[in-house]
């Protein structure tokens, strides 16, 4: 895969993707976010891939936001474009059939914060620091902030990050609930790596049926998440990979999932 802003790396199921523009801290601009949306579509059918990493270029930064320097003088049709732009581009994330963890790696602030958000886990290096600073452009946020953070968090939590604008330390953000483990910054990717790898020796698309449950059973009344559940579940065991589950966990042995 050959991108202008992306860094794509693969050690067998594990991928490694990287924001990269460090001379302007991954802010996110035209071409990032229409090649995190061709890279998501292409992601999809890399052979052997199970796991996701996203992370960012450089000491400072995961993606210190939507490029700000490029938003001078858009018009209002303009700027709801790059809206969707960059919704369309999350939401692809988002929906990856695997497991997406972000490694952040530093600032992770308007779209950034939004980007780590549309991951299914995220581990944070104690230097990250983390925002919602829209507000202080005279902007809201608009890649999915406004959405996201109130589901992950609360209605209550978010309003202070979006309403403040201030940058929150990787240890707060734990606290508000969306951050699930903060590591030394040395760290960070083997954390990254490790979680990963031990993801990627589970049922491949045990694991997606289970995304797909746990993230779209969310936004459903209970009563239909359930039925969801039961049919996921049920679809599971037209694959090879629960004979192989079930038979290597009666045999007393590992198993070695094939993703059929
Ligand atoms: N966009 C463009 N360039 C950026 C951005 C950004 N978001 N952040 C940093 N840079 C650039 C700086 O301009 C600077 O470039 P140069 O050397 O050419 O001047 C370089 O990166 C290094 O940055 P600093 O010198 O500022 O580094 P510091 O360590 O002093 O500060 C900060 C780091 C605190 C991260 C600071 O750079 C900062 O506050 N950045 C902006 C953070 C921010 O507000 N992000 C949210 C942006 S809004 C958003 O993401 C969603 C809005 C959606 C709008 C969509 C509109 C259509």
Redesign the pocket.
Known sequence: MNFETLLYEQQGPVGTLTINRP???N?LNEVVLKELKIFSDQIKTTPGIRVLIITGSGE??FV??????A?QG?TPQE?EA??IMAQTAFNAIEELPMAVIAAVNG?A????CELALSCDIILASEKAKFGL??V??G?L???GGTQRLPRAIGLYKAREMVFSGEFYSAAACKEFGFVNRVIAPEELLNEAQKLAETIALRGPIAVAKAKQSLNTGFELHIADGLKQEAALFGELFTTQDHNEGIGAFIEKRNPDFTGK
Do not use: R, V
């Open positions: 001379q302007a801290l802010a400072k930064a210190a936001g939507a490029d700000i320097k938003m858009m700027a790059f809206s600032f602030l308007g779209g950034g600073p829209e202080t452009l902007l946020p608009c890649f």
